[in-house]
């Protein structure tokens, strides 16, 4: 399994950007289907986002296509998450996932990180 460490949250207005990291340990990242989810207060964590081990292939909730970008370097063992014009309802605890895998995953995820906190005012 790999390790995973989440940074790059923080405080933005509604209509800015903010672009998370998620650094995994092990040198089989490239093996790792990698996923983003997010949990808002009160509900469940939800897929955000999930790119493919070898990054050909993306998978995107409905209401961020458009504005959020998944993409991975991994040389450096690492996932982003470029998040552009975001809104109120995009505040949650994001956290980066990995599991095994040839496709782009929305389910079944098995390793995951300590998550970073997104917030977004109106």
């Known amino acids: 399994q790999v390790q995973l460490l989440e940074s790059g949250g923080g405080l933005v207005q509604a209509g800015g950007s903010l672009r998370l990291s998620c650094a995994a340990s092990?040198?089989?990242?490239?093996?790792?289907?990698m996923g983003w989810f997010r949990q808002a207060p009160g509900k469940e964590r939800a897929f955000v986002a999930g790119?493919?081990?070898?990054?050909?292939?993306?998978d995107y909730t409905d209401s961020v296509k458009g504005r959020f970008t998944i993409s991975r370097d991994n040389a450096k063992n690492t996932v982003y998450l470029q998040m552009n014009n975001l809104k109120p309802e995009d505040t949650a605890v994001y956290y980066c996932?990995?599991?095994?895998?040839?496709?782009?995953?929305?389910?079944?995820?098995?390793?995951w990180g300590q998550g970073t906190q997104v917030t977004v005012s109106s």
């Open positions: 996932a990995a599991r095994v895998g040839t496709v782009v995953q929305r389910f079944f995820y098995d390793c």
């Open positions: 790119i493919s081990p070898n990054g050909g292939s993306t």
């Open positions: 092990g040198r089989t990242f490239s093996g790792y289907a």
